[in-house]
């Protein structure tokens, strides 16, 4: 059996959380289910595998342009987001994104949360193509209405062997040539590509068996006392007693922080790999994507890590694209500054935060200069100490404190009051530091 780029023998610890006082389902938001926020209500759209088509792109577009706040907030499962929605807004954002196919389920909108390896097939790295599992998976979990009954927060991943994906916390991911982890634990089951769809179909209604009999209100496998052990016995398998990957592990780094440009890919295509800065892809920027894939296959991906792909090009495409890109402000090279740089949603959007993070990091950025950032760690802004959306693994944390922010790195922090003094600190530690470990959140 082969594991690749991941050690067997990192483990992590998972502690179990407490979800008797939860009072009801989780409030994950979808496009009819949205969320209430400070700036209007905020819809997410899955797009399972992070797999869109270059009119969906500019759908999207058009519609944050047209209905909500402009931006399309890309998440860490490569879904989407659309805020700033009002009154009629919602409304006419679901049959929007009905018609563009990117609904194609009413009742299980909220559980279509899909990862795959955003490279697969691209870089000659993976052992497997992703793209049709995916599919796969997305119409099977679509035909059992059992499965709407799933929490928004339940997540698989198919992971094209490289151990990207899943190493990201899924609670059931294919990780090939034929391990099925359940909550990042080896279940003991084996399966080839081809078998996996109904095992991991089998798996997540096992999950919902296995919370009904124990009344728990668990959202996620690792939340079930035994999780993944009683869920590997029900399929007959038997769970290891720690999970086979690191967070971490597969690249997350390799794939968020260098491999952004134009990329090489089997057969003499060449895929392009970008950016936008804090996740936050403008209409004007998804036009340009999209405008670009029309030259290419017309596919485009979006990563875990808040990328975009586009794949299929030729290399003169691929030539006088990449500048164009880079002129409506995507990242497009891994030596800026910008890279691995995230931050929380904060002011407007959020009533808790002290700060309007994202507009502070776009000012304490401009001062970064050429820096270069590749080889240093991921900066989060956070608006309080929830600290959302914070990276897994070492992290330089800038956390809103009301006045002023303090960075978190490698067990020290340091309190500033201005954006120059935070972006001096943030500058210091993120090359020296080895940041605190982190969680990922959905
Ligand atoms: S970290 Fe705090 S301010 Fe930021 S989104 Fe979460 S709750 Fe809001």
Redesign the pocket.
């Given at each position: 059996m082969r594991v690749c780029c991941v050690s067997r023998t990192n483990i992590i610890d998972v502690g179990l959380t407490d979800v008797s006082e939860r009072s009801g389902p989780d409030a994950c938001p979808g496009a009819f289910q949205t969320h209430s926020a400070a700036d209007g209500a905020v819809a997410r759209i899955r797009v399972p595998g992070g797999i869109l088509t270059a009119r969906q792109l500019r759908e999207l577009g058009h519609t944050a342009a047209s209905l909500g706040s402009g931006v399309i907030e890309l998440t860490s499962r490569a879904n989407v987001q659309i805020r700033g929605l009002h009154g009629e807004a919602e409304r006419s954002l679901a049959t929007r994104m009905a018609a563009a196919g990117l609904l194609p389920s009413a009742t299980h909108e909220r559980v279509r949360n899909i990862l795959a390896s955003p490279m697969a097939g691209l870089d000659g790295q993976g052992l497997i193509e992703v793209a049709p599992l995916v599919r796969e998976l997305d119409l099977a979990i679509r035909s059992r209405p059992v499965l709407a009954d799933l929490p928004g927060r339940f997540l698989f991943a198919v992971d094209d062997g490289r151990g990207d994906v899943a190493a990201l916390g899924a609670d059931i991911a294919l990780l090939p040539p034929s391990f099925v982890l359940i909550a990042g634990q080896d279940s003991g089951l084996r399966v080839s590509p081809e078998e996996a769809v109904p095992v991991m179909v089998a798996a997540a209604e096992a999950f919902l068996a296995e919370r009904g009999s124990a009344d728990s209100k668990a959202w996620r496998i690792a939340e079930l006392p035994d999780g993944p052990a009683r869920i590997a016995a029900r399929l007959g398998g038997h769970a290891a007693a720690s999970p086979l990957l690191q967070p971490g592990d597969g690249g997350v780094a390799t794939v968020a922080g260098k491999q952004l440009g134009a990329l090489a890919q089997p057969g003499g295509w060449t895929a392009l790999s970008v950016m936008p800065p804090l996740g936050r892809l403008s209409a004007a920027q998804a036009h340009a994507v999209a405008t670009a894939a029309d030259t290419g296959d017309g596919e485009i991906r979006l990563t875990p890590w808040r990328g975009v792909i586009v794949p299929g090009l030729t290399w003169a495409d691929a030539e006088l694209w990449l500048p164009r890109l880079a002129d409506v402000g995507l990242i497009t090279d891994a030596s800026s500054p910008w890279t691995g740089v995230t931050a929380?949603?904060?002011r407007p959007g959020?009533a808790?935060?002290?700060a309007d993070?994202q507009a502070d990091a776009i000012r304490a950025m401009a001062g970064a200069g050429a820096r270069g950032a590749a080889e240093a760690l991921p900066v989060h802004w956070?608006?309080?100490e929830?600290?959302?959306?914070r990276p897994s693994g070492p992290a330089v944390l800038v956390v809103a404190t009301g006045h002023g922010y303090r960075v978190d790195a490698g067990g020290r922090s340091v309190s500033c009051t201005g954006i120059e003094e935070t972006a001096s600190a943030i500058s210091t530690t993120r090359t020296t530091a080895d940041g605190p470990a982190g969680t990922t959140e959905p």
């Open positions: 929380c949603t904060g959020c808790k935060s002290l993070v956070a608006g309080c929830r600290r959302c959306g």
